[in-house]
């Protein structure tokens, strides 16, 4: 028997949604969207589920993953319920769901808990360097040391474990019994949506969707490519070139394309980014500022100004590990890591579905 919460649809509503009761179920939202599907349909279905608080079934769901959020059921709905603002919301209360330490739904939830979390680390980056007395050149190796660690550290303690319960969640509990050789099938989903994020291109074929699709998969690329340049090819101590200049082209590109970003956030140019949550600027604001003080850093070293500038290192390490620590396990970024895991799981169910025909 499901599990009925009748106060989850004042619990979303924390998550960012916002109207959704206005909703009289017309269907006009899963006809216009371009991702949904016979076998799939949304976001009708979770819009239901909400309301009438069939909690363990939206847990259970991979549907508020295989929603990018291009806002068109949110133009054409004509009660104004923004049907796709209550699918991102309810992608954060699953990611609030799947963390295992409980943080995800108090940063979701509470500025003050986000804004105190950032001061702490900032306080700790900063005694860290004032009191320990260390040079320049050991509190940048430390620095490095931290970012290979905090990757290591974070996936294996927090998101592995998360991927797990996510897992669970949607094909253990719900009896999906696959063989083993499904997974090793459905594999190949797994990274090419994790890399290219393909399916949003089957939203409505226009110009901006277009854009979207390529700046997001620039963006995507830059990033994953400037984490392997920083941490393995070590590029604030390398004297290669070529590593060099690639890590400048990395970074540029991050924080120019951020900068776009956070432009259409502003003037809210479609219905994507009428409804921006604190956690949408912590996730845009931090990624530019990570690319735009990597960059300055190495900028400096080859200008050999990094002794007497050495703040801005400060300021670098200070929103890497608030980045490490925060935003990489328990705000937006985690999107992107489920929302791959989401399509690698559906290929396994959909796959398992066609062993048993």
């Not at 939202?29 to 949304?42: E, G, H, M, P």
């Not at 799947?98 to 005694?127: C, F, N």
Request: glycine residues 6%; contains cysteine.
């Amino acid at each position: 028997m499901s599990h009925i919460n009748p106060d989850f649809a004042d619990d979303i509503t924390k998550f960012g949604a916002k109207d959704f009761n206005l909703c009289f179920n017309c269907g006009n939202c899963t006809a216009v969207c371009s991702l949904s599907t016979n076998d799939a349909t949304f976001p009708r279905e979770m819009i239901r589920y909400s309301t009438l608080g069939l909690e363990d079934e939206i847990k259970s769901s991979l549907k508020p993953w295989l929603c990018y959020y291009c806002g068109e059921c949110s133009s054409d709905c004509p009660r104004q319920a923004n049907p796709g603002e209550l699918m991102m919301s309810l992608r954060r209360w699953l990611t609030a769901t799947y963390d295992w330490t409980g943080l995800s739904g108090l940063l979701y939830k509470h500025m003050s808990v986000y804004i105190g979390g950032m001061i702490a680390l900032l306080a700790a980056v900063v005694g860290f360097i004032y009191y320990s007395g260390l040079s320049k050149e050991v509190v940048m190796h430390y620095g490095h040391l931290f970012e290979m660690f905090a990757i290591a550290g974070v996936f294996a303690v927090i998101l592995l474990p998360n991927i797990i319960r996510m897992w669970y969640f949607t094909v253990i509990k719900p009896k999906v019994k696959a063989p083993i050789k499904v997974y090793f099938k459905a594999l190949s989903e797994l990274f090419v949506h994790m890399f290219t994020q393909k399916r949003f291109l089957g939203c409505e074929d226009t110009k901006e969707n277009r854009t979207r699709w390529l700046l997001h998969f620039i963006l995507v690329l830059s990033y994953l490519s400037l984490l392997f340049t920083t941490v393995f090819l070590d590029w604030f101590s390398t004297s290669s070139t070529f590593v060099i200049w690639l890590g400048y082209v990395e970074s540029a590109a991050i924080f120019i394309i951020t900068t776009v970003f956070m432009s259409m956030r502003v003037r809210k140019t479609d219905a994507m980014h009428k409804h921006s949550q604190p956690s949408d600027w912590f996730f845009v604001i931090w990624l530019f500022l990570m690319g735009i003080t990597s960059f300055a850093v190495r900028l400096l070293i080859d200008l050999n100004l990094i002794n007497t500038l050495f703040w801005v290192f400060t300021i670098h390490f200070t929103v890497l590990v608030q980045w490490a620590l925060i935003i990489v396990p328990f705000g937006k970024w985690t999107h992107f890591l489920y929302r791959s895991f989401a399509m690698y799981f559906e290929r396994i169910i959909g796959l398992n579905n066609q062993l048993k025909k």
